[in-house]
C-alpha cells in the first residue's frame, strides 16, 4: 500500500504516513482485508482465514530475514514491538529460493475457472466487503501515536531533531550517493544524512543497510554496513504480478454465462 501511494505523487507527511503503514501491515491490520476478500465467496470463514494464514505467513517469513531495523508487528495493538530474529541474509540462497517461490500463484491461474465457480457476489456481501475496507483504511489512524511512540523503524528518534546525538539508527536497503566530496543517504521518511566515514568499498548510487549512530542532527557514523541486489523486489513483483492475473481471471470467469448459470443452479 505505502508503494502504491508513493507511486501516485501523493505527498504525505512522513513520520505519520509510515506510521499509519506500519500499523495497516501488522497482523491485526490484516484481518479486515482478509475477511473482505472473503466475503467474495461462498466460503467466507475458510476463505477468509486462509487469506490471513498466508498474511501470518509472510510476516513471519519476513521476521526470518536479517533485514536491519525492520520488524513485524503480531501482537499489535496490544504491544508494538517488533519480532525480527532474522535467521538469514536478504541475498543469501535461502532468501532466493524463498523469491523463486513467488513463481507458484502462477500455478494457481490455470485452475481460475474452477476457482471462480467459487465466487458469490450480492449486493449484501459487497456492502460488508466495503465496511471492511473502510475500517482497515481508517482505523490505522488511531494506533499512529503508538507506532511512533514504540519507535518501531526508529520514527521517534527521527520524529525530533533534538537530542539526536549518541542514539542508534538502523536503515534497510537505502540508497547511498556521493554529492561532491561527501558521501550521503536518504532515511525511508525522506530526510537526508550525511555519513562522514563512508567505507572505501562503497559504490555510489549502490543500495545498503546501514547501523549507524547521530554524530549530529543531520549525520551519523557507520558502525556496520552491507550491499544489497535488486533480486529481491522483481521477485517480489512478480509474485504480486501472478496474484493479479488469478484475480482478475477469477473474476472475468466468474462473470461469464456459464460461470453465472452454474452459480444460479448452486
Known amino acids: ?51 490471513l494464514l498466508g498474511s501470518l505467513l509472510h510476516l513471519l517469513l519476513d521476521s526470518l530475514q536479517d533485514k536491519w531495523g525492520v520488524g513485524v508487528h503480531l501482537l499489535a495493538p496490544y504491544n508494538w514491538q517488533t519480532l525480527q530474529p532474522g535467521i538469514f541474509e536478504l541475498d543469501s540462497s535461502i532468501a532466493h529460493l524463498l523469491s523463486f517461490a513467488g513463481i507458484i500463484p502462477f500455478l494457481f491461474i490455470v485452475r481460475a475457472r474452477q476457482d471462480a465457480r467459487l465466487v458469490r457476489f450480492s449486493s449484501v456481501r459487497m456492502a460488508a466487503s466495503c465496511v471492511c475496507l473502510i475500517a482497515y483504511f481508517s482505523a490505522p489512524f488511531l494506533f499512529i501515536n503508538d507506532v511512533v511512540a514504540s519507535d518501531s523503524r526508529y520514527l521517534q528518534t527521527l520524529a525530533s531533531e533534538v537530542g539526536r546525538r549518541g542514539k542508534f539508527l538502523e536503515l534497510d536497503r537505502e540508497t547511498a550517493s556521493v554529492v561532491g566530496d561527501s558521501w550521503y543517504t536518504t532515511t525511508h521518511v525522506g530526510e537526508i544524512l550525511k555519513i562522514v566515514n563512508p567505507d572505501t568499498n562503497m559504490v555510489d548510487g549502490d543500495t545498503y543497510s546501514f547501523k549507524a549512530e547521530f554524530r549530529n542532527v543531520g549525520e551519523i557514523q557507520l558502525i556496520d554496513w552491507k550491499k544489497h541486489s535488486g533480486a529481491r523486489d522483481i521477485a517480489s513483483h512478480i509474485g504480486l504480478l501472478a496474484i493479479g492475473c488469478w484475480m482478475v481471471a477469477v473474476l472475468v470467469l466468474s462473470r461469464t454465462p456459464k460461470s453465472a448459470a452454474m452459480e444460479e443452479a448452486g
Open 1 to 51: 500500500m505505502r508503494r502504491l501511494i508513493n507511486a501516485t505523487g501523493i505527498a504525505l507527511e512522513p513520520i505519520t504516513a509510515y506510521a499509519y503503514f506500519i500499523a495497516q501491515a501488522s497482523l491485526v491490520g490484516c484481518l479486515l482485508p482478509s475477511i473482505a476478500f472473503g466475503l467474495f465467496f461462498r466460503s467466507v470463514k475458510l476463505v477468509a482465514a486462509f487469506a
